[in-house]
């Protein structure tokens, strides 16, 4: 296998959020980006392993302001899902594992047999740090609507608008702007919790994701405007999952789902730390039903 460096890049100060690192979004427009590099190397493209059903990331170390980075893409027929790519994103001076991304494809029966030697150059074992872990490999159900997902326990908590300077090469919002959007929504899922605003100030704490899986259902364009509703989902030990639904606000379609393994940090340690007891509780009562 020949591993390709699909993208070179670095932090800065303006993309890191209050806990004074990278913000997710753009993790994930560097993983988007990196993709799109890896598919111009290798030749792959929706043609040949159709669209992409979900991208699935963990985090395993921060980038903080001055960072510099890079991420390698390769192909593993070993992964979660029938045909899978990995990216790996590390610190570029420690050479610290910082994230991980695995986008899994599932290809026509008739080009499942042609995958291996067409994509043998860029094939690879998928690293076990890129397996996932806390939440299933599976995309998310794409039959919800935003009734029944209202009715488990779901709250609206974004409104938005695609504008042009939101789009991709391929004329669609994409995984950046989307958890753009998700970011900006989840401190509101926050706040029906104990961990709200109050007490994460009071106890130098920060909001923290680690691990995300992005499952798409429909595109958005330029014009198009959008609803999230979100709610909590489980709850253990020192981490609680959450489920973000964004649906396109005239047609009520479903557009995305993000599912989202949280826990707190304290920000002067920067270590995670126990959700209170109390939390725990009012967690659970309100998760989805």
């Not at 920060?206 to 999230?228: C, H, N, Q, Y």
């Not at 981490?239 to 789902?257: G, K, P, W, Y």
Request: glycine fraction near 8%; include cysteine.
């Amino acid at each position: 296998m020949t591993t390709d460096t699909t993208l070179y890049s670095f932090v800065n100060e303006w993309e890191c959020d209050e806990n004074d690192h990278l913000n997710v979004q753009f993790y994930f427009g560097r993983f988007e980006e990196a993709d799109r590099q890896f598919q111009l190397l290798s030749g792959l493209s929706e043609a040949i392993v159709g669209a992409r059903r979900v991208r699935h990331v963990r985090y395993h170390n921060e980038l903080r302001a001055g960072d510099l980075l890079t991420v390698s893409s390769y192909a593993a027929l070993d992964g979660p899902h029938m045909f899978t790519v990995v990216h790996e994103m590390r610190n570029a001076t420690t050479g610290t594992l910082a994230a991980t991304a695995i986008d899994g494809y599932t290809p026509p029966a008739a080009a499942a047999k042609e995958i291996r030697p067409r994509f043998k150059n860029v094939l690879s074992d998928m690293s076990e740090d890129a397996a996932p872990r806390g939440l299933p490999a599976s995309p998310a159900n794409a039959k919800l609507t935003i009734g029944n997902v209202l009715a488990s326990g779901a709250e609206i908590c974004f409104r938005g608008t695609v504008l042009p300077r939101h789009l991709g090469p391929d004329g669609r919002a994409d995984d950046g702007f989307v958890l753009g959007a998700f970011t900006d929504a989840v401190p509101h899922v926050w706040q029906r919790t104990p961990m709200n605003h109050a007490f994460l100030t009071e106890n130098g704490y920060g909001r923290v994701a680690v691990e995300m899986k992005l499952t798409w259902s429909s595109p958005l364009k330029t014009g198009d405007m959008f609803v999230i509703a979100s709610a909590p989902v489980s709850v253990a030990g020192k981490t609680f999952t959450l489920r973000h639904h964004m649906f396109e606000s005239r047609t009520q379609r479903l557009v995305a789902i993000l599912d989202v393994v949280a826990l707190v940090m304290d920000l002067t340690t920067r270590k995670a730390v126990a959700l209170p007891e109390v939390a725990i509780g009012e967690i659970a009562k309100i998760s989805m039903g």
